[in-house]
């Protein structure tokens, strides 16, 4: 069971990404996923959710507007597009699948290698 995150690199500030994962070894389109990101010195932080179907898609109050999650359940992939890019929006970007809640929050089963994004002033 693989997650691949992909589509990282470096961009100029108020540039645009997205971000493929690519699932490979079981399909998660029964499952939420996510994206999470790590910034250098600071915690992983939730960037945004999506439910299995698409329908239901939730996002960090901070990033709304700009980043967009979708996915596309026949090729087993799902995306972040990244608008209007700023310096602060520069982390490891990792996407996860099958959360679970433990009562306190949602933890997820299965995680990527992470994607480096790095915006550029």
């Known amino acids: 069971v693989q997650l691949q995150a992909s589509g990282g690199g470096l961009v100029q500030v108020g540039g645009s990404l997205r971000l493929p994962c690519a699932a490979s070894g079981r399909t998660f389109s029964q499952h939420a996923m996510g994206w999470f990101r790590q910034a250098p010195g600071k915690e992983r932080e939730f960037v945004a959710s999506?439910?299995?179907?698409?329908?239901?898609?939730y996002y960090a109050d901070s990033l709304k507007g700009r980043f967009t999650i979708s996915r596309d359940n026949a090729k087993n992939t799902m995306y972040l597009q990244m608008n209007s890019l700023k310096p602060e929006d520069t982390a490891v970007y990792y996407c996860?699948?099958?959360?679970?809640?433990?009562?306190?929050?949602?933890?997820?089963?299965?995680w990527g290698q992470g994607s480096q994004v790095t915006v550029s002033s």
């Open positions: 999506i439910s299995w179907n698409g329908d239901n898609t």
């Open positions: 996860a699948a099958e959360p679970t809640w433990t009562g306190v929050k949602y933890e997820y089963d299965y």
